[in-house]
């Protein structure tokens, strides 16, 4: 049979990661199209950053499988080619604080620290225009010869933020991208993101504990708890009951 679909940007077939005695992700089946913008929500400890780090093969799962842009992730063996299918920011960043701004943002261009020194040889003047349109989006156009450990921690944010926006992927992953931004700010990065998802054709998966960032820039919402995937919907369908039960029936959970 012809397939008539276009190929997913993300799916998930039966991915299961343990840890220890924790199930930290359970039998989660997920297929997400070219284009959407989708908000990840859950109470702490439901599994959100073990999804999104296991999406981008930083995390490799106990079993299933998982495939970006049509390709198998156990079947990609560089790291380069991996960076140009899917990029995440992180919530600890992943930047090192001892050089400049502009050289943690071109690290994206690399897709790991392997080889520090060809970072160091990658400043061509073309890529460092880029890294200073990309840091001036995210008003951090004076802090782009910065040594990266005097920023603070939004302003680091927003950093990790540029090194995935040159980097480029099919697929961005955002971990709570805008927790440590004030509202305006929050929505500003948001804002950028979910605009370059539509305008370069990408595909946005973030976690947030917004309810109006995820309702005002998301284009659908899953809910995730104990490592399962508890409900998937269009962003029209979710309702304040349905959030409220998400976060408070986990705090019963735990009493
Ligand atoms: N590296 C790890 N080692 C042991 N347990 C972990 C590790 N990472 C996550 N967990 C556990 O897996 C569960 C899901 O965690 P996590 O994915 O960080 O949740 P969230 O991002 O939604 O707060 C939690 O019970 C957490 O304690
Ligand atoms: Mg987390």
């Not at 940007?9 to 089946?29: F, Q």
Request: with cysteine; net charge neutral; proline share 5%.
């Amino acid at each position: 049979m012809i397939e008539s679909k276009a190929r997913p940007a993300v799916s998930l077939n039966s991915v299961h990661k343990r840890y220890g005695t924790t199930d930290a992700l359970i039998d989660i089946n997920l297929s997400v199209e070219p284009g959407e913008v989708v908000a990840l929500v859950g109470p702490s400890g439901s599994g959100k950053t073990t999804l999104l780090n296991t999406i981008c093969g930083l995390t490799i799962p106990d079993s299933g499988e998982i495939s970006i842009s049509g390709q198998s992730l156990t079947n990609i063996k560089h790291r380069k080619t991996l960076a140009t299918l899917v990029g995440i920011v992180s919530q600890q960043y992943g930047l090192i604080p001892t050089l400049p701004v502009v050289q943690n943002v071109l690290a994206g261009k690399l897709g790991s620290w392997t080889n520090l020194k060809s970072v160091l040889s990658l400043i061509w003047p073309q890529d460092r225009k880029q890294a200073s349109s990309i840091l001036s989006s995210l008003g951090l156009d004076e802090k782009i010869n910065e040594r990266t450990s005097h920023l603070s921690g939004g302003e680091q944010q927003r950093v990790a933020v540029a090194r995935v926006l040159i980097q480029s992927p099919d697929v961005i992953l955002a971990d709570e991208p805008v927790a440590s931004l004030d509202p305006a700010l929050a929505e500003s990065v948001m804002g950028l993101l979910s605009r370059i998802t539509q305008v370069d054709n990408k595909t946005l998966i973030l976690s947030s504990h917004s309810p109006y960032l995820i309702q005002t820039y998301c284009s659908r919402i899953i809910g995730i708890r104990q490592g399962r995937i508890i409900f998937d919907m269009p962003i029209s369908e979710i309702n304040d009951d349905i959030f409220h039960d998400l976060y408070e029936t986990n705090q019963i959970l735990q009493r």
